[in-house]
């Protein structure tokens, strides 16, 4: 894109997620899943302006959300696998939870003056608890799936998912390892959605739940063989870090490994976009969390007492950063 079309572009960008938040929320791709509709069909049923909602949809088919043959509108492939809820890999709770954040991100010049984040640090209201988590579930799925693929998880048998939310990650991992045991550890009510999750998984024998705050409690001695530190750290600073990675080696027996997954920066701290953007989206909502780069995550992990760090790509913003003890 050229020069000023794309600092035009980035100036209205705001209007193509407030698109996509409409389709969620207003059940747009729930219901043309089910048969193309025209916008006239489509607004009665959604309960919508007629006028309105042919804006939107002809929005949607510009974003390639929608396709419209003659005068009906339905899915592209992409929407009807990820954004249709009773999809086994619907992302509409992550979508709706980037909608959440809406209010915070119109404060970010604020946040930039102060060097303060603008909300509480932790959710109290119990619907956006339910919906963080729900996001948290979704992401978890799909990246548990391709965490699987680039990292052995079978020679382990048991399992600490410290800041684990709703558990996604260790039903997953016990799911498809049969001798691994799991334990989710994060604050109380993070684990009530955890343990429903669990439950309905049927894997109560092997994926437990145990509350605490790992800042203030230890993580056990010599008590487990991995442990997963997934999207934690980037909620604190790198001296809090370092304390929460020395409670995991206490943790792990000789030759136990942690794993920490997170969005990963390059050296520069520019690049991937994601990372970048997320480390503005931490301002905003924690007291001193950030994105951090591989190097940064190694060297805690070094003064931590681990040895052999070493990172695996997962995709184009996120991956693991491993190490023995
Ligand atoms: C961003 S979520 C990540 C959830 C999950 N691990 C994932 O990757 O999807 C961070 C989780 O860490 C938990 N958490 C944050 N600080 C914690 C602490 N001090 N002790 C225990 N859990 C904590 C939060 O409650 C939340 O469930």
């Known amino acids: 894109m050229k020069g000023l079309e794309r600092i035009e572009e980035l100036s209205w960008a705001y209007w193509k997620s407030q698109v996509i938040f409409a389709g969620v929320e207003l059940g747009v791709f729930d219901l043309l899943d089910t048969a193309a509709r025209s ?30 043959t003659g005068r009906r509108f339905s899915n592209t492939a992409p929407v009807s696998e990820y954004l249709v809820s009773n999809k086994p890999l619907y992302q509409g709770a992550r979508i709706h939870h980037m909608h959440n954040l809406w209010d915070r991100w ?65 039903i997953e991992f016990a799911r498809t390892n049969p001798g691994l045991t799991a334990t989710v550890f994060d604050l109380t009510d993070n684990l009530k959605i955890a343990r429903r999750r669990i439950k309905e998984a049927g894997l109560q024998g092997r994926v437990l739940t145990r509350v605490g705050n790992c800042l203030e409690v230890g993580l056990g001695r010599e008590a487990y063989d991995i442990i997963f530190v997934s999207n934690l750290v980037h909620i604190y600073a790198p001296d809090t870090n370092v304390g929460i990675l020395r409670k995991c080696h206490k ?4 030759g136990g490994k942690v794993v920490i997954h997170e969005f990963v920066l390059d050296a520069t701290g520019t690049r991937p976009l994601f990372p970048a953007l997320f480390s503005l989206n931490m301002l905003l909502g924690t007291c001193e969390g950030a994105s951090y780069s591989k190097e940064e995550m190694k060297g805690w992990l070094i003064e931590a007492g681990f040895r052999r760090p070493k990172t695996i790509r997962l995709n184009r913003d996120s991956g693991l950063v491993t190490a023995e003890k």
């Open 39 to 68: 916008s006239i069909e489509a607004a009665r049923e959604l309960n919508t302006d007629p006028r309105a909602t042919e804006m939107l949809l002809n929005a949607m088919v510009s974003l390639e959300l929608l396709k419209k």
């Open 106 to 170: 119109a404060r970010l010049q604020e946040a930039v003056r102060t060097g303060k984040s603008v909300v509480e640090d932790k959710i109290t209201d119990p619907k956006r608890l339910a919906d963080f988590m729900a996001s948290m579930q979704n992401s978890g799925t799909m990246k548990a799936r391709l965490i699987a693929k680039k990292f052995d998880l079978k020679p382990f048998r048991k399992l600490l998912d410290v800041g684990g939310g709703p558990g996604a990650y260790s």
């Open 251 to 254: 943790a792990l027996v000789a």
